[in-house]
């Protein structure tokens, strides 16, 4: 229970890191930490039953790694102006 509520935790912090470097390029604040914590908690969760339950470091680590990539999937790309040729 400790690793999940220390996941978690990391989750709602990283994804605070994340909407203070890239503030444009992520949506709504409530959707980056509600990813940021629910992919702590689905990472605590998977890296738990792969390394069993004496691995409580491993776990809050892999949970974290988890977390960013999932927080990572909502980074938007850079807008682009599109040109247009005069034969389009």
Same mark, same amino acid.
């Not at 999932?70 to 040109?83: A, C, E, F, M, Q």
């Given at each position: 229970m400790v690793e999940v509520l220390s996941a978690v935790v990391l989750g709602a912090v990283?994804?605070?890191?994340?909407?203070?470097?890239?503030?444009?390029?992520?949506? $709504?604040r409530?959707? &980056? #930490? *509600?990813?940021? $914590?629910?992919?702590? &908690? #689905? *990472?605590?969760?998977?890296?738990?039953s792969v390394l069993g339950p004496d691995h409580e470091a491993a776990t809050v680590v892999g949970a974290v790694l988890i977390a960013a990539v999932t927080v990572s999937l909502l980074i938007r790309p850079?807008?682009?102006r599109l040109n247009r040729s005069a034969a389009a």
């Amino acid at each position: 229970m400790v690793e999940v509520l220390s996941a978690v935790v990391l989750g709602a912090v990283l994804s605070w890191a994340a909407l203070r470097s890239l503030p444009g390029r992520l949506p $709504a604040r409530l959707t &980056v #930490f *509600g990813t940021g $914590a629910l992919g702590a &908690v #689905f *990472g605590a969760s998977l890296m738990h039953s792969v390394l069993g339950p004496d691995h409580e470091a491993a776990t809050v680590v892999g949970a974290v790694l988890i977390a960013a990539v999932t927080v990572s999937l909502l980074i938007r790309p850079r807008s682009r102006r599109l040109n247009r040729s005069a034969a389009a």
